[in-house]
């Protein structure tokens, strides 16, 4: 990054709430977005250490807020980038997160703050309008790259969103799940399950099983693996469970999160030995 471009980037205040699709203003990560050069754009990112996620008293930046802050940059950077409207419903396919030394820290006494410097790799089109993108986001503290996340989604109009979910459960259907992130289920499965009430998953009304309860899932078996991978396959759907198969070897655990016999993810995290 150029030393005009780092001038530029500012913690000051939240862009706007649209481009990020949260509604709650303290859900904001994203600062500023900054272009940095062809199909390039450097973000601000502040996490408040008082964040429900936040480790209170200082500690590894938990990954769920790498993920989601690095969601939210390529959401904004494909309305002001890439001119897709806010009208859109974009659906995250697949995410890794790499960190190549150690998981960044939350101060005790400040928010944490990164400069996130995002390449755009790819843009699919359909009949001329934008329709997913893959970008990698470098994640940058004090000049060194802490984080490596790159992340592919797809853009839904809003006009052909409710076509695909043809199959979401009405509320009276949806099944009740534990609270904890996994927790046994019949049969002796391990099922998912989350907090109503969590903010990073229910910001808004959602029709399906979201997805960062299915990354909260591998990370309570894993919470800071160096390399972090999960594929969403198809929705995962209110009406039922959420079963998770996992397979553990000395440095790795692999995951499939199934419905009946559909696979909904997969994911995987290794750690160095």
Known sequence: ??????????????????????????????????????KRWTCGVQISRGHMRAPHKGGALPIPLVIEASRQAGLAISHVGLEVGLDQQYLLDEVTVLFPDHHPVVPCDAPFEAELEVAVVSVRYRQGKVCGLTFAGSWIVAGSVVVIATASMRCISAANYPALRRRAAVPERRVEVP????????????????????????????????????????????????????????????????AAHIRTTSTSRTFTFAQGSEVVASGKTVSRP
């Open 179 to 242: 609270t904890a992130p996994l927790s046994a289920g019949p049969n002796g499965q391990r099922v998912v399950g989350w907090k109503p009430h969590d903010p990073l998953l229910f910001d808004h009304p959602v029709d399906h099983v979201p997805g960062m309860a299915l990354i909260d899932a591998m990370l309570s078996i894993d919470p800071f693996p160096d390399t972090f991978t999960v594929r969403f396959h198809q929705f995962a759907e209110l009406s039922e469970l959420v």
């Open 1 to 38: 990054m150029s030393e005009a471009t780092r001038a530029q980037v500012s913690f000051d205040t939240c862009v706007d709430r649209r481009l990020v699709h949260r509604r709650a203003v303290g859900e904001v990560f994203i600062t500023s977005i900054i272009p940095a050069g062809e």
